[in-house]
């Protein structure tokens, strides 16, 4: 793509995973109603303030065993959309293999900044580390989310309390998105794109699996291998996962599914 001559237009639809995957409305109502009956058939350890705001708030799934290693899964939505109760169903395939699971809440752009939103997350990955003992989650964490969520997973790995990430479709430069429709509720600053951009930042040293669906839009695509060979350059483990004819909401049934590609793969980061 030569971003410099595209017009807004073009440049609005080399982000705009929803318009390139037409049957995206069917493909989130069935991940919505999948996540109702998950989260209902595990009601005991659901809304857990972490912070003030309406949105920081976790949803915990213990395992049997409390020292069971733990997914906590960010969800997507460009920051500024969706919730974490729609996304309940993704973990059901490390959760079939005894991984506890948790995911965090967030405030939504334009109500939090990207900096504020970055800051919530890790403020809650603060509360688990203090709590999820108290609910029987004792075990290792690895981070993972999708799309906006891989885009957390990589600014918040660093954090103590987690062990390695999983990042899926992710977003790894914020350069280009102030030139596109989800700058009108993002707002980014140019501080902002340099101090959260993970690519702009020294790469944390633990391991980092990076995969994206080969059917997805190009941008997502290059981020996913860029933060890869940035990582691989520097020796760092962790490997680039594409899966074959997955689009931007096909490939997380990869984690939803027990024998998925990326519920195998997590069980490799533990």
């Not at 971003?3 to 493909?27: C, F, H, Q």
């Not at 997914?71 to 991984?99: D, M």
């Not at 405030?107 to 990207?114: G, Q, R």
């Not at 203090?130 to 790995?157: D, F, P, R, Y």
Request: hydrophobic share 45%; with cysteine.
């Amino acid at each position: 793509m030569n971003w410099g001559k595209m017009s807004r237009a073009e440049r609005d639809a080399a982000y705009n995973n929803s318009n390139a995957v037409k049957n995206s409305p069917e493909l989130n109502a069935a991940r919505e109603a999948q996540s109702m009956a998950f989260r209902k058939a595990h009601p005991e350890h659901l809304d857990l303030h972490y912070g003030p705001r309406e949105r920081n708030m976790w949803d915990l799934f213990p395992a049997r065993d409390p020292n069971a290693p733990c997914i906590v899964f960010v969800h997507g939505g460009y920051w500024q959309r969706n919730s974490r109760e729609q996304f309940a169903n993704l973990i059901a395939g490390p959760f079939e293999h005894g991984w506890a699971a948790a995911l965090p809440g967030y405030t939504l752009a334009p109500d939090a900044s990207l900096t504020e939103i970055v800051a919530e997350i890790n403020a809650a990955l603060d509360w688990f580390a203090a709590n999820a003992a108290e609910h029987g989650i004792n075990g290792k964490v690895v981070l993972s989310g999708w799309s906006a969520g891989g885009h957390l997973t990589a600014a918040c790995l660093g954090h103590p309390r987690v062990s390695a990430g999983l990042a899926i479709s992710g977003i790894y430069e914020l350069g280009p998105i102030r030139d596109t429709y989800l700058n009108e509720k993002l707002r980014l600053s140019d501080a902002e794109i340099e101090a959260l951009s993970p690519l702009r930042l020294p790469m944390v040293r633990k391991p980092l699996a990076i995969t994206y669906g080969t059917a997805e839009l190009p941008p997502l695509v290059a981020d996913s291998r860029n933060l890869h060979a940035c990582r691989a350059a520097e020796h760092l483990s962790g490997p680039l996962i594409p899966i074959a004819g997955a689009d931007h909401f096909t490939i997380v049934h990869e984690l939803r599914d027990a024998h998925g590609q990326l519920t195998r793969q997590l069980m490799l980061l533990a």
